[in-house]
């Protein structure tokens, strides 16, 4: 068939994602890395203290997972207006639906779907009118538990997509977890138009995309620690694995077909709980000998 230079136009218009171009917001201060680098310095570890300074300023999403209503909407509304007068877009991850990782190392979230509502009412109000990146409630999706966690997600997500200018990505999962076709249906289920996969995670970037494709929506990868791929030594694979690196630097113009950013999603240097037999540091807490280690074996290089 036969296409004239103006439908052309229009049929590769319609394949690229909305936010194609944009930047991505990058506050050194909301991570470990900076203070890091600083503590380093004053030590003479010039070229760790180089490492960190550079992995601060690497776009990395801004993660809510609690408190009141109030104090999230300011909270959210402070980052926003700080992507938004500096011309870029924040990736903000709401992280707070009741059973939050089915008790394990980041148990938590809402008392109840209730809480959890008016909890979600409050983050879309801290963005407005403005433009952001939004990732559900990593995990909550691949590993379902709890009697009203479908209810709790569709609900999130139809109050998130109703925002004018906020592109929204259900997290699901990645592609060593479940089956592809079994989380296309459970996206459907949460209304979801757009998903992320592998948050948190360190699969490899061409696996996520075959994986992605399956399902077929258009998508984001978290390509925070992935450089090096997963671990298959001994141990979890998932909870910080030995000798893994940063993978592909964030950006909305991935040149990959479905594929509409790669992002940091997981801030590299935050523990993914205690692992090791209680060893490790609890999840979310500033590693510097872990970031140090992800900085090192970045691939690309830092």
Known sequence: MKYTPLIIVLVLALAAPAQAGVRLYADPSWTGAAKQARIWAK???????????????????????????????????????????????PVLVAYNVPGRDCGQYSTGGARNARAYRRWIDAFAKGIGT?????????????????????????????????????????????????????MARRLERVHATRFAVNVSNFRRTDELVAYG????????????????????????????????????????????????????????????GECA?????????????YALGLAKRANPPL
């Not at 760790?48 to 909407?73: I, N, Y």
């Not at 925070?224 to 940063?246: A, T, Y």
């Not at 037999?277 to 000998?289: Q, V, Y």
Request: hydrophobic fraction near 35%; charge should be positive.
């Open 213 to 272: 494709r399956k399902i077929g929506m258009p998508f984001v990868i978290d390509t925070s620690r992935n450089g090096r791929g997963p671990w298959h030594g001994k141990g979890e694979d998932w909870c910080n694995p030995p000798r893994r690196g940063l993978g592909a630097r964030p950006t909305t113009s991935t040149g990959i077909a479905g594929v509409d950013a790669f992002l940091w999603v997981k801030s590299p240097g935050e523990s993914d």
């Open 43 to 89: 030590k003479g570890r010039d070229r760790d203290a180089e490492l960190m300074r550079k992995l601060s300023k690497v776009p990395q999403a801004f993660w809510f997972t609690g408190g009141t209503p109030r104090a999230t909407r300011r909270a959210i509304d402070r980052v926003v207006t700080g992507a938004a007068n500096s011309g870029t877009a």
């Open 130 to 182: 403005r433009t952001a990146i939004v990732i559900v409630e990593p995990d909550a999706l691949a590993g379902l538990c709890g009697k009203h966690r479908i209810a709790n997600l569709r609900a999130a997500v139809d109050r998130l997509d109703a925002l004018p200018a906020a592109f929204v990505y259900v997290d699901a999962g990645h592609s060593n977890w479940e089956p592809s076709a079994t």
């Open 277 to 289: 037999n209680g060893k490790d540091p609890p999840a979310g807490r500033w590693w510097p000998a």
